[in-house]
């Protein structure tokens, strides 16, 4: 069964730092990897996914990298702000047929002004 | 607007009285799901639909119902509600069931307290 886990659980940076959020998963046999973002009382919002055939995307200041074998991702933000406080969550789809998403803990961000 | 919405987005009941959360999206996606999230344990599937009138169970199906009569809405049914169903719980859809490109996309979520 396909086991996800995020470190560090909390995270908390000065505003601009740069700062790496960590994923692995247990199955490297996945169909892709996704990054969301979920602010308190509200849902997910994803941020970038990354098939299994491909390394890295980028969006804006955020990129996502992809080591399919060896288990892992990492998303990678640059130039921290108090806006990015938030829990992010990484998720992968394994599982032909019911393209499951299986999600880690989170990581709950927060930027200090 | 493309989205998923959720009703109601709070709802506090008692052991045993039925209920629904209704979930409904307008971007026309084959796939939709449900979840809840719990302290600790994360986000975990309940059920999902590849289709109309095509349902499945999830990780932690126990105590729910699911119907999708129209590609449009997924309702969550709680014939029983227990304390141990307290949650948050989000409906969430996607386009397809075969490109993997395809990101999921979530509705606010509902919070349900059953005393």
């Known amino acids: ?113 | 607007e493309a989205q998923v919405t959720q009703n109601p987005r709070y709802l506090i009941t008692v052991t045993g009285k039925k209920l629904t959360v209704t979930c409904s999206q307008n971007m026309n996606h084959e796939y939709m799901s449900w979840y809840r999230q719990d302290p600790g344990l994360g986000l975990r599937q309940i059920y999902y639909s590849m289709n109309v009138e095509v349902t499945d169970k999830g990780d932690v199906p126990e105590g729910y119902k699911v119907s999708r009569k129209e590609k449009r809405n997924f309702p969550l049914i709680l014939e029983s509600p227990s304390p141990n169903q307290t949650s948050l719980y989000f409906c969430a859809s996607r386009r397809g069931t075969v490109k993997t490109t395809d990101t999921q996309y979530f509705g606010p979520g509902t919070r349900l307290t059953v005393l």
Not at chain 1, 14 to 26: I, R
Not at chain 1, 32 to 51: A, E
């Open chain 1, 1 to 113: 069964k396909q086991e996800v886990t995020q470190i560090p659980a909390a995270l908390s940076v000065p505003e601009g730092e740069n700062l790496v959020l960590n994923c692995s998963f247990t199955d490297s046999a996945i169909y892709n990897l996704q990054w969301f973002r979920q602010d308190p009382g509200k849902g997910l919002t994803s941020l970038l996914l990354i098939q299994s055939s491909q390394r890295e995307q980028t969006s804006g200041r955020l990129n996502a990298s992809l080591d399919k074998s060896s288990g892992r991702s990492t998303l990678y933000i640059a130039a921290s702000q108090p806006g990015d406080s938030a829990t992010y969550l990484c998720a992968v789809v394994t599982g032909a047929g019911s393209y499951q998403l299986t999600f880690g803990k989170g990581t709950k961000l927060s930027v200090i002004p």
